[in-house]
Every structure is written in structure tokens, then in C-alpha cells.
């Protein structure tokens, strides 16, 4: 089955510690994206990726560093310089747009506590 | 700049009820337009996308969304709601960018449905 798996489900670490999240997708997907959620709040871009060893900043990105290796991977790093780093993080991939806008298909999600 | 405003945190309903999520967007173009639901825990799935061709969309689980150009809304509906339509739901406007990139996605905060027996 095609699709984008996040590991680990629950992640829990302790206030100081960088952390990393996982991201795999097989869809053949050009475009990565990873997205913080709070409660009560939308989704708001962390950083994207369009293309191997390339990647942008999204609304969001101090405190967090991202690497993209692989065109089916795109691993998002926590470091001890973001502020409030619980949430639920989701990363997403979709085709690049060649005309109307085509979806973004999301993954599972990783549910971060940091303490 | 692009924005949504879903106008309801909160909507309940009676199961075999009409559900309405209502959407606003703000958008300088004509924008392409989703609608994703999240179960709790869980990642996006996308219930339907408007992207200028009709105006009224069929998504998946029977929901419908019409969009009104001179109301800029994308109303979210279902005629008759069930149990495990509880979920929260997003609206979401897509940016025009260029041909052969990303696009970035501005999501609205969200309404959470709640389906009472």
C-alpha cells in the first residue's frame, strides 16, 4: 500500500534534548512537508521540501532543521532552541503543481512531549 | 496573502441531521480550495478540493461543498450526519505559486463536529 508512515506514534524527552522525527513516504511524492498543530489552532508550515538536498522555511521553522537525503525521506529535527516544542507534528508529500492544485496526502502524525 | 475563517469551533448535531461547517476565504485570485477531516490522533484525509471546474464538489462519506465566488465561502455539507462523522474538520486555500513547485496550503482553525445519538 502507498502512503507515508511517521515514526514514532508518541515521543517523549526531556527539556535540553534534540529530537527527530521521522517521515517516509513510497507515493513517488516530489514535494515534503512537515506541519506543527497545536490545540484549537490549524496546521502551520514548519518547513518543505521540493527536491532532494533542498528544502525551504515555512512559517514556523526557528528552533527546527530538517534534511532531505532522499527523495522518499525527510527527517524534521527538534532542537533544544524551540521554545515550546510539544504538539503534534504531521508530514505531508504531493506531486509538484503543474496546473490546478493537486492535495497533500498526510501522514500519521507524532505526538511530541517534551518535559 | 491568503487567509480562512471557519466561522464555528464547535458544531453539534442530532445523528440523521443536516451538518453545515461553514468556510470564508480571502484569496487576490481564484484559489483552489479543500476540505480535510481528522479523527482523534490521527493524520488528514481529504474529504474533497475545489479547483474551478464545477462550483458544487462531491466528496467521499456523502459530503458536498459549493463554492460561492461572490460570498467567498466553501460551505461544508452532509444531508444526513452519522456517528463517525465526529471528527474535526479543516478548510484550506491553496496559493496559485508557479507551475512545477510546491504550493503551500493556509489552513483554518479548525471545527470540531460532535454527532449526538
Known amino acids: 500500500d502507498g502512503g507515508i508512515t511517521q515514526s514514532p506514534k508518541y515521543l517523549f524527552r526531556k527539556e535540553g534534548q534534540n529530537v527527530t522525527l521521522s517521515c517516509e513516504q513510497n507515493?513517488?511524492?516530489?514535494?515534503m512537508y512537515w506541519y506543527r498543530q497545536d490545540p484549537g489552532q490549524g496546521l502551520r508550515l514548519i518547513y518543505y521540501?521540493?527536491?532532494?538536498?533542498?528544502?525551504q522555511k515555512g512559517d514556523i521553522a526557528e528552533g527546527y532543521s530538517v534534511s532531505r537525503e532522499k527523495k522518499e525521506s525527510f527527517p524534521l529535527t527538534v532542537t533544544s532552541a524551540q521554545k515550546n516544542p510539544t504538539a503534534f507534528y504531521l508530514c505531508?508529500?504531493?506531486?509538484?503543481?503543474?496546473?490546478?492544485?493537486?492535495?497533500?496526502?498526510f501522514g500519521p502524525g507524532t505526538r511530541l512531549t517534551v518535559t | 496573502a491568503q487567509s480562512v475563517t471557519q466561522l464555528d469551533s464547535h458544531v453539534s448535531v442530532s445523528e440523521g441531521t443536516p451538518v453545515l461547517l461553514r468556510c470564508n476565504y480571502s484569496s487576490s485570485y481564484s484559489p483552489s480550495l479543500f476540505w480535510y477531516v481528522q479523527h482523534p490522533n490521527k493524520g488528514l484525509q481529504l474529504l474533497l478540493k475545489y479547483t474551478s471546474a464545477a462550483t458544487l464538489v462531491k466528496g467521499i462519506n456523502g459530503f458536498e461543498a459549493e463554492f460561492k465566488k461572490s460570498e467567498t465561502s466553501f460551505h461544508l455539507t452532509k444531508p444526513s450526519a452519522h456517528m463517525s462523522d465526529a471528527a474535526e474538520y479543516f478548510c484550506v486555500v491553496s496559493e496559485k505559486g508557479s507551475k512545477g513547485s510546491a504550493r503551500q496550503l493556509t489552513f483554518g482553525s479548525g471545527t470540531q463536529l460532535t454527532v449526538l445519538p
Open positions: 521540501s521540493q527536491i532532494v538536498n533542498d528544502f
Open positions: 505531508a508529500s504531493s506531486i509538484l503543481h503543474t496546473g490546478p492544485a493537486y492535495e497533500q496526502y
Open positions: 507515493l513517488n511524492h516530489d514535494a
